[in-house]
C-alpha cells in the first residue's frame, strides 16, 4: 500500500464522530461572515447596512483573481459591516446578517436528484466555480478556480482527490464520501474535464474501509477513476505528502506548486462543493462541520451554513463539557485555539475539537537534547530544531537558506519532541518573517524592471 | 647539533624575508582611514546598542565623520551633549534633541484587565501576537511576556511579575529605542524626559470602540476627546478611538489627567491637580507644595 516517504508520525486517531450520519443543523439567528476567509486578497462587500439579502446572493466580490466570491447563507437584512473578533480575538471586517425566514436567490436547484450529465465547456465550468467562491475546504482554503487555471506552458496530467483526512478526530470528509459518493465522483468527472485530464486519483487512507469500499463499487461507472487506498500516516492529507504518496513524484520547494509535477489536488469536500456549484448552480454556503472531542456528550458531523456561531454548534453536540480546557478550530495537530466562541463557521472551518483539561495543557518545555527526533518526523525533510532556533536568534538569512518557506506547519516536530519544545510556535514566527522579507525584497525589485 | 643551526638559520632567514614582502605589499595595499574615526568612537559612548541605526558604535562613528549633514544622524545613549561634542570636533551642526524615556503605554494590570484565557505557547511576545489576540480581551495591550526584556542591552525593562505588565527602569534607560522595535504590538513609546522622571501621557493604544474597551480594561481610552479639548498647548490629538499626547508640546499641566473619564491617562513623579480648580492654591498647603516644583510650563531643564 502506498504512503510518502520522508518522515510522518502517527498520532491517536480519536474519529469519535466517524459513525455519526451528518445531521442538519437549524438555521442560525444571525451570522457573520468574514470577508477574508480564503487566501489571497479578501472579498469586497456588496451589500451595505440596512440591505434584504437573499440566501445564495452574492455579498462580497472577489478582490483580485487570487480571492474568492462570498454569498449570504441566509436571508435577512444585513446589520453591520464592521470589524468583529475572529476566533482568535483579531477583528476581522466581517458582515452580519439577521435571518428573516429562508428565501433563496433565483437560480439554485436544491433538490437531491442527481445530475450526472454536464456538457459545459472547461472554462464555463472554472467560471462557474468561480462564481460559486469555493475554496480548498480542507483548511488550507486556496481558491479552486485558481488551481483549475494552468498558467500557459504547463500541463496537468491528474488530478487527485484528497479524502485522506489525516487530522486526528475531524471526520467531516469521511462522512461526506460516504453520503454524496455518488455527487463527489461526478464533480470529480467535472473537474477531469476543467483541467482535460484522463486520470483521477481519489486518495484515501486505510483508516476509513467503509468510504474506500462504497467509492470503489461506484467509481466503476467511471472511467479513469482509481480509488488509491494509503497507509495510515500523517500528514497524508498535506497536497505535496498526497502528491509524493500517489505519483511518487515530489514538488519542488515554493513558489513552485504541485501543477509544476503535473498534478492538481482537491479536497473530497471541495469536489462535493464543485459538483453542487456546476450542476445545481449552489454557491458555498454550507458545510459539514465536525464537532467532536472525548469530553463532549455528542460528537457529530455537523451540516452547517457559513457564519453560525461555533457556540452554537458545541450547544448542538450536548454543551460545552465541565473540564473543556481547550476549543480547536481544526483538529488538534493544525487546527488554531480559539479564544472567542461566537466566532463563525467559515469555508475553511472541517472540525471543531474540544479538547479536555488534561489534553489541553502542553507540558513544560525543557532543553533540546539534540536527538533529531524532529529531523525524522518532518515530512519536507527539514531540521526543526535549527528552524525554531534560528528564529530565536533572528537569523533570516540562515532560515531562508534552511528553506524554512517549504514549511507546512503540520507539527510533526512538535508532537514528536521528548522535551516538549514549542518547536512549531517558532518556526511559525519565522516563516512568517522570512515570506515577509521575500517579499519586501520582490517588491523592491519590481520596479527596476 | 648542524642541523638544529641550519633550521634556525633557515627559519630565521624566511621570517625575514616575509617581514619584507609583507612591509611592501602592507604600503601598497594600505587602506587610508580618516583618522577621525577613530577619535569620533571613542567621544561615543561605545554601547554598541545598535540605538542609532547602525551595527555599532565604529558605524555611526564613520557616517558622522563622512557626511556633510549629520543632523539626520543621533546617538540617543550619549544624548545632546556626546552629539555637541561630535559636532564641535568635526565642525558640523549636530541634531537638537532633548533626552528621551522608553515608555510603556499600557496600564491593563491584571486587576484592571482581566485575564480570559491562558497562554500556553512559545514565550514570546512576537509569537503570541502571531497567533492570537493574548490573553485579555484587549487586542492592543501588553501581552507580558517579555520581548522587550530580551532586546533591551541596558536591563532597563522588566516585566512585573504583580501587573503582567512591562516597566522602564528610566535611571537604566538611554532610549536606544531596541525596545521599541520589539514590541509586536506598538505599545512603547519614546518620549521626552523631564526632570525627575515626571510624565503625562495616555497609558493605552487601544484602537477599539469605547464599548469594546470597557468591556476588556478599566483604564482603557475610550477615545472620548474630552482631553483634547481642554488641553491648552494643542499637544493632544484623537484619532482612531485613541487619544495621544505629543510630548514635545506637553507642559505637563496636568488638566487632562483630572478630564479623563477612565483613567488612562498616567501621571507620574507628580501630585494630580486638586479636583476643584476655583480652590486658591494658598489655602491649600498640601497640593501647593506640592505642585510648586512644577508649574504649569516648566521650561527650566
Sequence with gaps: MKTFPIGGVHPSENKLSCGKAIEVLPLPDVVAIPLAQHIGAPAVAKVAKGDKVLTGQLIAEAGSFMSANIHSPVSGTVTAVDLVPNGQGIRQMMITIKREGDEWAEGIDRSETLVRECSLPASEIVAKIKDAGIVGMGGATFPTHVKLSVPPGKKAEALIINGVECEPYLTSDHRTMLEHGEELLVGVTILMKALDVKSAYVGIENNKPDAIAHLRKLAAQYPGVEIVPLTVKYPQGGEKQLIAAIMGRQVPPPPALPIDVGAVVCNASTTYAVYRAVQKNMPLIERVVTITGKGLKEPKNLLARMGTPIETLIAAAGGLPEDAGKVINGGPMMGRAMVNLASPVTKGCSGITVMSGRDAVRREASQCIKCAKCVAACPMGLEPYLLSKMTQKKGWETLEAQMITSCIECGCCQSTCPAYLPLLDWIRLGKQTVMGIIRQRAAAAAPKK | ?301
Excluded: H
Design chain 2, 1 to 301: 647539533m648542524e642541523v638544529l643551526l641550519y633550521t634556525i638559520l633557515t627559519l630565521c632567514a624566511l621570517g625575514v624575508l616575509s617581514a619584507v614582502i609583507l612591509y611592501f605589499v602592507a604600503q601598497k595595499f594600505r587602506v587610508e582611514e580618516d583618522p577621525r574615526i577613530d577619535q569620533v568612537e571613542k567621544m561615543l559612548p561605545g554601547a554598541n546598542c545598535g540605538g542609532c541605526g547602525f551595527a555599532g558604535c565604529r558605524g555611526m562613528a564613520d557616517a558622522l565623520v563622512k557626511n556633510d549633514d549629520i543632523s539626520a544622524l543621533f546617538c540617543p545613549v550619549g544624548g545632546g551633549d556626546c552629539m555637541k561634542a561630535v559636532a564641535s570636533y568635526l565642525g558640523k551642526t549636530a541634531a537638537e534633541k532633548g533626552p528621551q524615556v522608553a515608555t510603556v503605554r499600557c496600564g491593563g494590570t491584571c486587576e484592571m484587565r482581566p485575564r480570559t484565557n491562558e497562554y500556553n505557547g512559545a514565550r514570546s511576545c512576537a509569537v503570541a501576537s502571531s497567533l492570537y489576540v493574548g490573553e485579555t480581551g484587549c487586542a492592543f495591550g501588553c501581552l507580558g511576556l517579555g520581548d522587550c526584556v530580551v532586546a533591551c542591552a541596558f536591563g532597563a525593562i522588566a516585566v512585573n511579575p504583580a501587573t503582567g505588565l512591562a516597566e522602564v527602569d528610566p535611571a537604566k534607560c538611554t532610549a536606544c529605542g531596541a525596545c521599541v522595535k520589539a514590541c509586536p504590538k506598538g505599545i512603547i513609546e519614546l518620549r521626552k524626559k523631564w526632570p525627575k522622571d515626571r510624565a503625562v501621557y495616555v497609558s493605552c493604544v487601544s484602537r477599539d470602540k469605547g464599548a469594546v474597551v470597557m468591556k476588556a480594561c478599566k483604564v482603557g481610552c475610550i477615545g472620548c476627546g474630552k482631553c483634547e479639548k481642554v488641553c491648552a498647548f494643542g499637544a493632544i490629538t484623537v484619532e482612531n478611538n485613541l487619544a495621544f499626547i505629543d510630548s514635545e508640546k506637553c507642559k505637563l499641566c496636568r488638566k487632562c489627567v483630572n478630564e479623563c473619564p477612565t483613567g488612562a491617562i498616567r501621571l507620574v513623579g507628580m501630585e494630580p491637580l486638586p479636583r476643584e480648580p476655583k480652590v486658591a492654591p494658598a489655602a491649600g498647603a498640601k497640593p501647593a507644595g506640592v505642585a510648586a516644583p512644577a508649574p504649569e510650563a516648566p521650561k527650566a531643564e
